[in-house]
């Protein structure tokens, strides 16, 4: 067993766990990360995309709203490589109440977020595809944020502080002497190794698996809902713009341009298992329905994949009083030496991506106020390293690159513009971390992985890889091909990855197959199967497809 030593464990490296890392690390406290899979395997890296301006909530929740606003600032300036400042529009189209409007504005005046309508015709011309129809627009600073380029950055500058990051590491005990929390277990499943964390604090931030980790320290009762919802990514950008619809917050009313794609969403549903997400057919009608409100013919544009995400809705019954019929989507600290009378934990669930840095800070404070010290919060003082200040992303910037380099640096991935150096750069970081991929199985089951391996998922999460129009049926073949040319893998494991990858795949694009995405996967069908005959040939796992 591996033991390490550090004054705070945070668990869950996704937005929250890793802000919360980065602040208590710069902070000057020793601080260590687990997380169970990849950084922002959880709904970090499966959400809309949008960095709020606080527009959706200047009506319905102006506290959020104020929030956001502020943190968007901050979220650009120190993540600048992860935002693409887009700008965003509120529409009344046809189907809205243009009295809204009013109210918006109203809203936005009394909760500082920077508003102001514009001519429709201005609208129009920024976005051609806009419902022609639209009668009032509202223009806000919404923007798009990666939210793996995010924690990325967040987790690179814990490092920079003395931070550990320690992923495929789970989480499996939390040991308490004395009312207080001494040490965390975990199971490092790159390495089939125990880990033991001496500590005497830790963070809880495992999102819609928090109560499981509360359970593990003998808290129980805290009750994280899973809200499940889903989007859908459409080929191509058809809008430059986030489109909002100029209501109260609904199912399917934003459109956010991300990356190459624009993504339509989302739904609300609760779930009864964070690792088992549906993505119901019936969803999917709805969100295409939706998007044609706003861009009209956006059902004609190709959907490439469709996912679905756990919002983690704190509902805790030992604390809130009666009505535990309506849910805070507010960010919820659960101190439980008040609550369950055990000192050195605390579990931070629910908010947002956008306000990520604000929950951070504010669970640190609450860590410093129980451990009895003042030390301020940094995090929105410094960039993290890799963003350059005032150079946001922009779509082009892969385009630049490659015309550069376009004659001696072959393509692989031409959806996505991912050269053949930039994949191995990513195989070679993989080698030493030997990763494995725990998306299948942990559908199936929390059990161990059962394959340790290089894997294409991974790679998808830093260079985008598969997620372009071809979804990886002709990208996914030359890299596994490449990873065995550089002994990434042999050629059986080769196999098996490519087999892990193009199932997982499978996973977003069964619900929305039709039109040119249903001759895509044929194609590709007879390409793997047709062509390769992949299922038969021999890889070092057995992966069903
Ligand atoms: C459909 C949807 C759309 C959204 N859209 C937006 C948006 O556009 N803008 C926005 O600002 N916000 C959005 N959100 C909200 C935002 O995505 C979440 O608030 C945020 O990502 C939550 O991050 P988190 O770190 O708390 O949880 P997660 O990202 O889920 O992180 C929890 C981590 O804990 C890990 N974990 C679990 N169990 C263990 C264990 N035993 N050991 C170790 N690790 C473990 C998991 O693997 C996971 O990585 C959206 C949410 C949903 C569901």
Redesign the pocket.
Known sequence: MRQIQADVVV????????GALRDAAMRGYSAVL????D??????????????SGGRYVVSDPESATECARENTIVTRIHADAVEATGGYFVTTPADDPAFADRFLTGATATKVPASEIPVHEALRHVPRLNPGASRVIEVHDGT?D?WQLVWGAAASAREYGASVLTY????GIVVRDGAVTAVM?HDEKHDEDVRVDCSFVIN?????AA??AGMAGCHDVEVVP?????IAMAHRLTDRVLNRCTYPEDGDIL?PVHTVSII??TDVRASNPDRLDIPRDEVQQMLDAGEVLIPGLRQARALHAW?????LVRDTRVTDTDTRHMSREMSILDHAERDGLRGLLT?????????RLMAEQVVNRMCAQLGETRACRTADEAVPGSTAGVNYAVSNRLHDREADRLDDQIICECELVTKSMLVDVLNEQSDSNPSDPAIPSLASSATPRHVGPSLDDVRRQLRLGMGPCQGGFCSLRAAGIACEQNAADAAGATAMLRRFLGNRWIGLWPILYGDQARQAALDGWITDGLLDISHLPADEEVVL
């Open positions: 668990i869950g490296g996704g937005a929250t766990g890793v687990l997380e169970r899979a950084l922002g395997q959880g709904t970090t890296g499966r959400f809309h995309g949008l960095l709020h944020v939210g590491c789970r989480v499996t975990a931030a495992a999102g819609p698996w499981d980790i809200g499940r919802g889903i989007m956010v969403g989302t679905a995400g756990a919002r983690p931070i669930a629910g908010g947002k991506l956008t306000t990520y």
